[in-house]
């Protein structure tokens, strides 16, 4: 405990002083975990004291939660925030294994999920270096109609896949896809993307074996594998000279950022990448809530700021 925090109530340090004892003696940890559990648990202790607690037994998981709350107001990264209530869950199993507890109210709680990060998107030169394929074999040609697809309608990997050649409809530019959870929608479709979806579905019946429905099949004539794909794009990334690895991922974030940045209407993008939240498709392109602030005081009549009307 550091010289300036107050003394911790009795009930909450010896419970403390066993524990640490205990990692010592019979969990043989590390002195950096020995310590790093050290800090987390009276940070916590600290914390409960100036709440007005003095014994563990008054702890249920609305104060764990109270703490967990407390260290994200405090700024504390997910991965930080997870290793403090990870030592508070073993510092309680300790409690409960010597029966001074019944039950462990650290249990149910867990820290808010570490956000992946997302890929980088092309720059429009860098799409157009990769998409650059004019070449008549027809894998060449399906490989092209699979990235200007991805990138013309924002799909998901698993949703291109699933396509079936009779959910595509070239007279109105639409075609029909699954999205998570089961959730059908029809996605646009035009310029580029139909061209080369055209010219593909013209040489598919040369690679076709049986009457596999796909709309992307590989050169064994049966529905083309995620893994495929994958494989496929990082090599024409390479072919093209494109100095990012391309990845489908990387091009339906792509199509976002770029639609976003040309039109501003988040709710357009959040349907055409068949997102059921705005808040995900926010986060998926870096657009943040002051950017829709600024656009909500520029444009609602009652927002405008006083003594800005001339």
Do not use: C
């Not at 959730?183 to 040489?203: N, Y």
């Amino acid at each position: 405990m550091s010289e300036s925090a107050a003394p911790l109530p009795r009930g909450l340090e010896k419970s403390l002083l066993r524990f640490y004892e205990y990692l010592r003696s019979e969990k043989g940890l590390s002195l950096h975990t020995q310590r790093n559990y050290k800090q987390q648990l009276e940070t916590m202790a600290q914390h409960l004291a100036q709440m007005g607690l003095k014994d563990w037994k008054q702890v249920d998981a609305a104060w764990v939660r109270q703490l967990a709350s407390k260290g994200m107001r405090e700024g504390m990264k997910a991965s930080s925030l997870s290793t403090r209530l990870s030592s508070l869950r073993s510092f309680f199993d300790f409690l409960v294994l010597r029966g001074e507890l019944s039950a462990n109210p650290a249990k149910g709680v867990s820290a808010p999920r570490k956000q992946r990060p997302l890929p980088k998107n092309l720059d429009v030169d860098e799409v157009g270096q990769l998409l650059e394929v004019d070449e008549d074999e027809p894998l060449s040609i399906r490989d092209r109609a699979i990235m200007e697809l991805m990138y013309g309608a924002g799909l998901r990997l698993a949703e291109l896949v699933s396509i079936d050649v009779r959910d595509v409809h070239l007279r109105s530019g639409e075609i029909r896809v699954i999205g998570k959870g089961d959730k059908e929608r029809k996605v646009p479709f035009s310029g580029h993307a139909k061209e080369w979806v055209e010219r593909w579905l013209k040489v598919r019946p040369s690679l076709l074996k049986g009457d596999d429905p796909a709309l992307f099949i590989s050169k064994l004539g049966q529905r083309i594998s995620h893994r495929n794909i994958q494989k496929r794009m990082a090599e024409w990334g390479q072919k093209q000279g494109v100095a990012s690895h391309i990845s489908p991922h990387k091009l339906r974030h792509s199509f976002a950022t770029h639609v976003l940045e040309s039109s501003n209407n988040l709710r357009a993008v959040q349907e055409l990448l068949g997102h059921e939240n705005i808040s995900t498709t926010q986060i998926y392109t870096h657009l943040d809530f002051q950017h829709l602030a600024q656009a909500y005081d520029q444009a609602h009549p009652r927002a405008k700021k006083k003594g800005s009307e001339s």
